[in-house]
Structure formats: structure tokens, C-alpha cells
């Protein structure tokens, strides 16, 4: 059985509308010969465990597909050997300063844990500052074409001109635009995300 594994974006969680659509597309509506199973963890807020965590749980599951959106984007990048699919993703979550900021923070998303807060300190705004400044080491002309990079042209929170120029320089040739903004709404899912994911030919 085919397996997917999803990484949510900044101060979210495994429990998004983003996993619950794909459940429904990969599972629920599939024949029983051609479904997918849909793990989607909730990713530490610290980088320096989230990393780690996400490598173990991928070489662990081996997924067919792995995506991730925003910061999850920049985590599945760094998932190498894996075919990845990165939506508008969020290479410089440091600098995003009116989202990562110090101070108490409320998860947008239930978590597993049932924590509802969480707290951004000056460090960990620095393990994110150190995590990006490696995360395109270890990229490998093979690597190179497994990796799919996915801009909204309506994203006015991760500039695509900003990001898809970065994304290339990496993966040349493995990014394509589509309309809509920086947060997957259904209609995104539905009509951009599926279909490309079903044109992969991974999952059917």
C-alpha cells in the first residue's frame, strides 16, 4: 500500500483541512487496489528536534510521497532520496518576524499532545537561522529530480519571485506556478495539488 506523508507549515499541525482532503481523496474515494495512506506528524517547534524527528519517521515509514507546505516545504527539501513535493515553501522562517517572533504563540490546529500554546524563544530563532543556512547541503544530481517545488502566484506571505529562483538554483527545471495563495484552500487541493500529485504517477 502506497503511503503519504504530509508536513504541515508554521504553527500548525498534522490535523489540517490540507490532510484531511487528501485522506479523503487517497482513501476514502479510492478503490481498495490504489489507496493511500496519509501520515501527517506534528512537527516539533524547534528545528534541531523536528529534523532528526522527520528523518527517523520517513526512513522508518518510507513513504512514496512526502509534501510539505510553508515551513513544512522547507523541511521536505531536506528529506533527500524521497520524491517531494514542496508548496510555497518558507526557506526563511527566521525572517519572518510577524510570525516567528519571541513570545507565546496559540497552535492554529489541534496537536496530539493537546498543548494549545507554545512559546518562540531567541533560540529558537536561532536554530532556525542555523538550519537554514545548511539546508540545501547534500542536494545530489540525483536528488535533483525527485524534488517538485510548487508557487502560488497569489502568495503575498512567501514571495514566489523570492523563492522559486532559490528552488531552481537547486532543482532547475522542477517548479511550476499555480494560482492561488500561500495557504492551500480546497479548491488549491483539489484542483492543483491532487491532479499533480496523480500526474507523478506514484499514487493512482
Known amino acids: ?43 516539533p517547534l524547534d528545528p534541531l528536534v523536528a529534523m532528526p524527528m522527520l528523518e527517523e519517521l520517513a526512513y522508518d515509514e518510507m513513504p ?13 527539501q531536506q528529506l533527500h532520496g524521497f520524491t517531494r513535493i514542496c508548496v510555497n515553501p518558507s526557506f526563511w522562517v527566521s525572517k519572518k518576524y510577524d510570525i516567528l517572533f519571541v513570545g507565546k504563540h496559540k497552535w492554529m490546529n489541534r496537536r496530539k499532545d493537546g498543548e494549545t500554546e507554545f512559546h518562540v524563544t531567541k533560540e529558537t530563532i536561532s536554530h532556525f537561522q542555523e538550519m ?51 495557504r492551500m484552500n480546497a479548491e488549491v487541493v483539489t484542483h492543483t495539488l491532487i491532479p499533480f500529485i496523480r500526474e507523478l504517477g506514484i499514487i493512482r
Open 1 to 43: 500500500m502506497k503511503k503519504i506523508m504530509y508536513l504541515h507549515g508554521f504553527g500548525s499541525s498534522g490535523a489540517s483541512g490540507t490532510v484531511e482532503l487528501l485522506r479523503r481523496e487517497f482513501w476514502e474515494k479510492a478503490n481498495a487496489n490504489s489507496r493511500a495512506t496519509v501520515m501527517a506528524p506534528d512537527i
Open 64 to 76: 512514496d510521497l512526502i509534501i510539505g507546505t510553508s515551513m513544512g516545504g522547507m523541511y521536505a
Open 132 to 182: 537554514e543556512e545548511h539546508q540545501f547541503d547534500g542536494v545530489t544530481d540525483d536528488d535533483r529530480t525527485l524534488c517538485h517545488g510548487l508557487f502560488g502566484d497569489e502568495d503575498t506571505t512567501i514571495l514566489a519571485s523570492q523563492t522559486r529562483p532559490v528552488f531552481e538554483q537547486h532543482y532547475p527545471g522542477m517548479s511550476r506556478i499555480f494560482h492561488g495563495g500561500h
